[in-house]
Nanobody, 127 residues
């Protein structure tokens, strides 16, 4: 059973930075699609960033492109989200997600493509 544990959330001022981490169990982590999603207060959960699998290019939501960077360390079974130039509208609970099954047609922006989810970590950006 693959488990995901997020960390690194917190309170930061606008313009600041945070790095989220997501540690995953599982022997074949390098093959997983890994993504970050977020749910802002009163809104639906939305896509932030993802890899479709090991060696794939990263994908980003337009709202975070140029400010956020997703990366992964397969030796540590960990995916990261470096968040720079944070804005109050980035305030949300951030969720890590893993697509552990093989798919050559995966749309990494869609939540149904992921079969494992973390518990979420709160990010609050003050103005």
């Amino acid at each position: 059973q693959v488990q995901l544990v997020e960390s690194g959330g917190g309170l930061v001022q606008a313009g600041g930075s945070l790095r989220l981490s997501c540690a995953a169990s599982g022997r074949t982590f390098s093959s997983y699609a890994m993504g970050w999603f977020r749910r802002a207060p009163g809104k639906e959960r939305e896509f932030v960033a993802a890899f479709s699998g090991s060696g794939s290019r990263p994908y980003y939501a337009d709202s975070v492109k140029g400010r956020f960077t997703i990366s992964r360390d397969n030796a540590k079974n960990t995916v990261y989200l470096q968040m720079n130039s944070l804005k109050p509208e980035d305030t949300a609970v951030y969720y890590c997600a893993a697509g552990t099954y093989y798919s050559d047609t995966r749309n990494v922006r869609m939540q149904y493509e992921y079969d494992r989810w973390g518990q979420g970590t709160q990010v609050t950006v003050s103005s």
